[in-house]
């Protein structure tokens, strides 16, 4: 897995129902969804927020996509052209979440 120049940092990350593995990209406005087998990108999810920060699926069958993002280091002029940062967003990718595994040890 290789981020693009100027495609931001990797931060929270989740796995889907297939194996796939979704990454917050902090400065990449994005979550990015990738092949572990090959490393290649194959799907986004846009978000109207630079700090994408975790990404993680809940909903009914786990088919909704929450994304966390941050506003902290942003001057206030950058967030008034940025009314979105450290929201909290909510999409239906179209693939469903693992469940979450509980350690009770």
């Known amino acids: 897995m290789i981020i693009p120049d100027g495609g931001g940092f990797p ?4 796995v889907d129902k297939e194996g796939m593995l979704w990454v917050a990209q ?3 406005w994005q979550v990015s969804r990738w092949d572990p087998l ?5 799907g986004s999810v846009p978000v109207p927020a630079a700090r994408v920060t975790s990404v993680a699926f809940g909903g009914p069958e786990l088919g909704e996509l929450y994304i966390t993002t941050a506003r ?3 001057t206030g002029e950058q967030l008034g052209k940025r ?3 450290g929201g909290v967003f909510r999409c ?12 009770g040890g």
């Open 38 to 42: 090959t490393g290649e990108q194959i």
């Open 92 to 103: 239906r990718p179209g693939v469903q979440g693992k469940p979450a595994f509980f350690y």
């Open 72 to 74: 902290i280091g942003l």
């Open 83 to 85: 009314p979105a940062a």
């Open 11 to 14: 931060d929270g990350m989740t």
């Open 26 to 28: 902090w400065d990449g």
